[in-house]
């Protein structure tokens, strides 16, 4: 797939590759009230590597499945960012069950929309911004779940909160982290499972309140 660089709405499974210059955006839809939806599938033996940023937004659910990779060699990942674009709505979800992510930079999971990232398998890479759990405004809210598979993120860690706090639930694999931050807001910790490895100095920064689920 060498096309557009926007996919709004219906049904998409990729088992090939896209490519190309400019950011890519996955699209629910610009709507009032509630968003389009919309679904996105990486297959096995799929490949994303966009040369620039990625948007999930307008309330699109976005599969990541075993053998399939999203590579970006230059930039980030946003789920519920719109860079301050109106009209959409709705919660974005990113549901990684397998494969691999990489990036050079941060993924960012909710801002100006809602944005959750589900990991039950696969390998989760990020490079110096880490996993940011944040809020531009009250409904963007971001949250992150690790029931599966590893995430790496050995200098940056996770964000837990701009405007409104994130949320991260840990109830499985492994989690290799340089630090723990909450940049404002009230963020949540479910740490119900898992192995948490602290890469380098780990650090955590400012009071984060955790619940401790597992036995």
């Avoid at 009250?138 to 909160?161: C, D, Q, R």
């Avoid at 492994?174 to 404002?184: H, K, P, Q, S």
């Amino acid at each position: 797939y060498t096309g557009g660089n926007t996919v709004t709405a219906g049904t998409l499974a990729i088992s090939g590759s896209i490519t190309g210059a400019g950011a890519k955006y996955f699209s629910g839809g610009q709507t009032t009230g509630a968003a389009a939806g919309g679904t996105v599938t990486l297959l096995s033996g799929a490949t994303l590597t966009p040369d620039q940023f990625a948007q999930i937004i307008g309330g699109l659910t976005f599969n990541i499945n075993a053998g399939a990779s999203y590579i970006n060699s230059v930039n980030n990942l946003h789920v519920g960012y719109t860079g301050g674009a109106t009209g959409y709505s709705g919660m974005n979800t990113v549901n990684m069950t397998g494969g691999t992510v990489t990036l050079p930079q941060q993924l960012t999971v909710g801002a100006h929309e809602s944005g959750t990232f589900n990991q039950s398998g696969g390998t989760l890479t990020t490079g110096s911004g880490g996993v940011i759990l944040r809020g531009f405004s009250p409904v963007g809210t971001g949250t992150y779940t690790l029931s599966g598979g590893i995430l790496k993120s050995s200098s940056a860690g996770i964000n837990l909160g701009d405007q409104a706090g994130g949320i991260w639930t840990f109830t499985g694999g492994t989690a290799e982290l340089g630090r723990l931050i909450v940049t404002n807001g009230t963020p949540t910790v479910n740490f119900g499972g898992g192995t948490l490895k602290a890469m380098a100095d780990f650090t955590v920064a400012n009071t984060i309140p955790m619940t401790l689920t597992g036995t």
